[in-house]
């Protein structure tokens, strides 16, 4: 039994299909069918339940992901232990997209100039598939908004951030000195789609204060939010780390009064994966940059 086999087999079973597979791990479909199938000789029985378009995980297919899993953790984190240094090595760093293109470049700045052998990968996902990433040791530390269903992962609040009002610049609330619930209960909004938690951190504050924000429009990126709120298609609330990088005169951004909207921000990682003195410093460095976020400290 072969590490590439299990390799291999772990990618089929993620994606329920060997075409798909073979893509991502750059080999060709017959290459990847033959080694599944070595690897089913010397198991003695499948590991797949064949379907036309798709492949299942069989009773001993279940069992050798999950031996499978373990054992290419412990390679990596064997290796990564002999050549911690503290100073070179890669570290995988995953963050949604509302966190990623506004908090991470400076930071990741900072830390390249204190530490330039250092590799620094980022991953931009939505939560649930980082949260997963982060379980397998795909990647090593997500940086994700509040609440998270982070089983068997370890959770530490970073910081909180108001979400701010957007309006486009001719909106009536403009001109009104304060902005308060009440004034935005009938109006549309504009919502990033379901797959990102931002529209959850709003709709749950909206409930939580007896009204349901009424959507017009969906889109999937915060940037697309922001447009269609200059062409006065609905309002939104945004991010302050989003506001911050937006010098375009096009909207308008206000506080609310009252108990304001905000969000949480944490880092996740594997407790139970080898980490570095690399990756240590690296969380170091994040809680330090995450206290001059802070506008809002719990």
Not at 222 to 241: D, K, N, R, Y
Request: net charge negative; hydrophobic share 40%.
């Amino acid at each position: 039994m072969e590490v590439d086999q299990l390799r291999y087999f772990l990618r089929v079973a993620e994606r329920g299909n060997f075409t798909r597979a073979a893509e991502e791990l750059n080999i060709s479909q017959p290459a990847l069918s033959r080694s599944i199938q070595k690897l089913e000789e010397e198991l003695g029985q499948p590991v797949f339940e064949r379907k036309t378009r798709s492949v299942a995980l069989t009773d001993a297919g279940t069992l050798l992901q999950s031996r499978a899993q373990q054992i290419l953790a412990l390679i990596e984190d064997t290796k990564a232990e002999i050549s911690d240094d503290g100073r070179s090595g890669q570290i995988r760093i995953g963050a949604i997209p509302t966190i990623a293109p506004f908090f991470l470049p400076d930071l990741l700045r900072q830390f390249s100039t204190e530490f330039p052998a250092a590799s620094i990968i980022v991953q931009e996902d939505t939560t649930d598939h980082l949260l997963k990433r982060c379980t397998q040791g795909e990647i090593d530390l997500a940086i994700l908004a509040l609440p998270v269903p982070a089983k068997y992962l370890e959770v530490e609040e970073l910081f909180q951030e108001e979400l701010l009002l957007v309006l486009p610049p001719d909106h009536p609330l403009v001109n009104k000195p304060q902005i308060r619930l009440n004034d935005i209960k009938s109006l549309p909004f504009v919502l990033l789609d379901e797959a990102h938690c931002l529209s959850d951190n709003i709709v749950s504050f909206c409930r939580q204060r007896s009204f349901h924000p009424v959507a017009v429009e969906q889109t999937s990126q915060l940037a697309m939010v922001q447009e269609l709120v200059s062409l006065s298609h609905g309002i939104s609330m945004v991010p302050q780390m989003a506001r911050k990088l937006d010098q375009s005169d096009r909207r308008v951004y206000r506080s609310m009064s009252g108990i304001k909207p905000v969000r949480k921000i944490a880092m996740v990682w594997n407790p139970y994966r080898f980490q570095s003195r690399l990756l240590q410093a690296f969380q170091e460095r994040l809680r330090t940059y995450a206290r001059q976020q802070d506008a809002y400290p719990s």
